[in-house]
C-alpha cells in the first residue's frame, strides 16, 4: 500500500537521519543501484546544510574550535538533534548542551558558556521589536509613584550569570588580531544581550545590576528590584545602573 503524503516525508526524515532507505525504497524512482550513492549524496548535502546553519549562529565558538573540529562536532549534533521547526535560523538551540557532554572539551568549559552566550545573540536578533523607553518618559511620573513603578524589559534582552568570563572570551576570540592583554576567563562574569534597534549589543554587567534585572523581569517594582540588587552586591549604584540601561535601550515601558 503506498504511503500518504505525510507518513512519506516522516519516513524521508527518519532515512535521512538514520542513513537507512529502507522505509522509502519503494517511493525513490530510479534503478536500484543507483538508489544508495544518490540518496547519500542528497544527506551529505542535508548535514552540509545544518553544519553552515550552525556555523553561523556560533561563529566565535567556531572560530575557537576550528572548523575541521567543529563541523565533526555539529554533524554530530545534527544526527542526534534533527531540526523540529522549518527554519534554519531557529536550528542550534541545545548546541551548547551538546558540547558540554563531549569529554574532549572537559578541560574549556568556558567554551560552553561561549556557545551559550552566542545562542542568547541569536533570541535577541530574532525577538520582537518594540519602542525604548527614553528617560524623558520617566521624567513624566512624579517621583512618589517611583518606588511602586514596575518597569518593562525589551523583548530582545537576555541575562547570563556564566561562571566563567563568557562576555571578554567572545570579545577576545572575536576580536583579536595578535596578542592581547591577560584575562582571566574562569572569573565570573554577567552578561546582558539586546537588540533595541538594528544591531545586537552586549555588554558585561555587574552581580547587582543583574540581580535588578532579573527582579525586573520577573515581575518586580522598582522597589523590589532595588532590594535585590543590593542583596548579590551592597554597594549597588541603583541610579547610576537605571541610567546606563536607559542609555543602552533595555526597557520599552513602565507599568505604575
Known amino acids: 500500500m503506498p504511503l500518504d503524503l505525510a507518513e512519506l516525508q516522516g519516513s524521508f526524515r527518519e532515512a535521512l537521519f538514520t542513513g537507512s532507505i529502507d522505509a522509502v525504497d519503494g517511493a525513490l524512482i530510479g534503478r536500484a543501484e543507483s538508489l544508495a550513492p544518490r540518496f547519500a549524496i542528497y ?12 556555523a553561523a549562529a556560533y561563529p566565535v565558538t567556531c572560530r575557537v574550535l576550528g572548523m575541521p573540529f567543529f563541523r565533526g562536532v555539529a554533524r554530530a549534533y545534527a544526527r542526534a538533534f534533527p531540526p523540529e521547526r522549518p527554519e534554519l535560523s531557529a536550528y542550534g538551540a541545545g548546541f551548547a548542551e551538546h558540547l558540554a557532554g563531549l569529554s574532549p572539551l572537559a578541560a574549556i568549559p568556558q567554551l ?5 552566550l552566542e545562542w542568547l545573540m541569536i533570541e535577541a536578533y530574532f525577538a520582537a521589536d518594540a519602542p525604548v523607553l527614553a528617560l524623558d518618559d520617566l521624567r513624566a511620573v512624579p ?3 517611583y ?3 514596575r518597569l518593562l524589559l525589551h523583548p530582545s534582552v537576555r541575562l547570563l550569570a556564566s561562571p566563567f568570563a563568557a562576555g571578554s572570551f567572545w570579545r577576545i576570540a572575536r576580536e583579536a588580531e595578535g ?15 539586546l537588540r533595541p534597534y538594528a544591531e545586537v549589543v552586549q555588554t558585561t554587567i555587574s552581580q547587582g545590576d543583574h540581580a535588578l534585572l532579573g527582579a525586573i523581569e520577573a515581575g518586580a517594582d ?3 528590584a532595588a532590594r535585590a540588587a543590593t542583596g548579590a552586591e551592597p554597594n549597588h549604584d541603583l541610579q547610576a545602573g537605571l541610567g546606563r540601561f536607559l542609555a543602552l535601550g533595555v526597557f520599552s515601558g513602565f507599568d505604575i
Request: aromatic share 2%.
Open 43 to 54: 544527506r551529505n548535502n542535508v548535514f552540509g546544510s545544518l553544519v553552515q546553519a550552525l
Open 112 to 116: 560552553v558558556e561561549l556557545a551559550r
Open 143 to 145: 517621583p512618589a509613584l
Open 147 to 149: 518606588p511602586g513603578l
Open 179 to 193: 596578542a592581547v592583554e591577560p584575562i582571566d576567563l574562569r572569573r565570573p562574569q554577567c552578561v546582558i544581550v
Open 222 to 224: 522598582l522597589t523590589e
